[in-house]
Structures are given as C-alpha cells and as structure tokens.
C-alpha cells in the first residue's frame, strides 16, 4: 500500500505540516544543469504538497501534484490521475515527513523517502520519485510504500545525497525532455517500469509480480559507477 491510499481510511485527525522556511518559498527554481542540484526545493514541494492535502483535500493535492503518467499501486500499477479522477476525499489526510532525500547532479530527479501516519494509529513509509518540469518545479512521478510494525525511527537530521556528476558534463538543458521510460500517460502502465534523470546520474526501476509484491530499486552515480542507494521490498497483499 502507499501513503495516498491509506489515507482513504480515514479517522479525525489534521495533517500535521511543518511550515517551510519563507526564504525557501521565494526562492525561483533554477534551470537543470551539470551541478544544480537543490534538494531543499525537493523538500520545499514534499511540504507545499502536504499543506495542499491539509487545506484542500488529499486526492485533490495527489492529482495536483503528480505527472500526467504518475504511477501509484493499489496495489497493481495504476495510472495516478485516472484512479484519482472523482475520488471521494478521506475524513483525515495521511500525514507524512520526509527523512532522506536522493538527487541527481543535474537536479531533474529526486527520491524522497520517509515516514506516515494515521488516525487509526498505523504506521508506515513511502518512496516519492520526483522529476523537475521545464519550468523549474517539481512533479511526483511514482508513489509507493508499505504498513509497519512500529514508526519509523526519526532523524535528528534530514539527510540528502547527490549524485556525482557524469563525466563528460553531459547535463540537462532547460528544453531538454527528460527521460522516464514509459508508455503514453494515457495508457495503463505495465508491471515494470523505469525511468532516469536527463544527465544519467540518477536511476529507477520498479517490478511488479503476479501476487502484487513488487519491488523498487534507486541507484545513483558514485565514485565513477552506478550505486543502488535504496531497495524498497513489498510483500503481497493479504489474501493474494
């Protein structure tokens, strides 16, 4: 399960939002290049996108911010914006914070990965993959995550890594396509999927199998090589 999903379970409780910093807010996004990653901007639209959950709706926040091909699972790979289309809001918003951030040199991919909660008391993590439009912003492009036994232990820090640039300063320019390897945002996605930033530094793969486990695999380029940085595993459903 992931972390919009669950919040159709409901309960009375208020998402939580820690405020960003005003200074993070005004601060115009910069065009994607070799050494331009920012991953407080990555922050900046995971708390902008709380907040729009909190004082708007949750579905509404989730369309809002997802590409037109956004995939979530529910638990088989959907497309975002289709299942999300009339969705009836949840009493309760899920909450969420944001404990690591991955990014790429260029700044056109991010991972963030943290912790939610519900109402109900349930616990859990999600994994957002975000790519950054022409225009500078972010658009979440995969959500995913899983149930817990017990909270996820918080950071004292918020800890973020960026990839190490390519060689050969192969960035993205401002009117570069990025590349998310997928069908068209209309057609149902399939039970693989993957995708990478423009300069190559940052990649992911998810795999689904017959049961709806699944799989999720990040990697970034360290130290001349490409390095899986974060492994995400999902057990099948309950009754599968």
Not at 62 to 76: I, N, R, S, T, Y
Not at 191 to 200: A, C, F, L, N, W
Not at 217 to 236: C, F, I, P, T, W
Request: charged share 20%; glycine share 10%.
């Amino acid at each position: 399960m992931n972390r919009a999903l669950l919040g159709a379970l409901g309960g009375v409780a208020a998402l939580l939002l820690i405020a960003a910093p005003a200074v993070a807010e005004r601060r115009p996004p910069r065009a994607p290049g070799v050494g331009t990653a920012n991953p407080s901007a990555l922050i900046a639209s995971e708390i902008a996108f709380a907040r729009m959950a909190r004082e708007k709706g949750q579905w509404k926040a989730f369309d809002e911010f997802a590409d037109d091909a956004a995939v979530m699972f529910v638990p088989q790979p959907v497309r975002a914006k289709e299942w999300l289309s009339g969705r009836k809001e949840p009493a309760a918003a899920v909450q969420w914070q944001a404990h690591q951030v991955w990014m790429s040199c260029d700044g056109t991919m991010g991972v963030t990965r943290g912790a939610w909660q519900q109402a109900d008391g349930s616990v859990g993590y999600f994994t957002t993959i975000w790519q950054q439009r022409k225009k500078g912003d972010f658009r979440w492009v995969l959500d995913q995550g899983d149930t817990l036994a017990q909270p996820m232990q918080e950071p004292e820090m918020l800890s973020a890594s960026v990839a190490d640039c390519a060689r050969g300063g192969n960035g993205a320019s401002p009117g570069d396509e990025l590349l998310v390897e997928r069908d068209s945002a209309k057609a149902a996605p399939g039970m693989d999927g993957k995708g990478r930033s423009k300069d190559g530094t940052l990649t992911w793969s998810y795999h689904v199998n017959a049961d709806h486990s699944r799989s999720l695999v990040v990697s970034l380029m360290k130290n001349g090589g490409m390095a899986e940085v974060l492994r995400s595993d999902v057990a099948a459903p309950k009754g599968q």
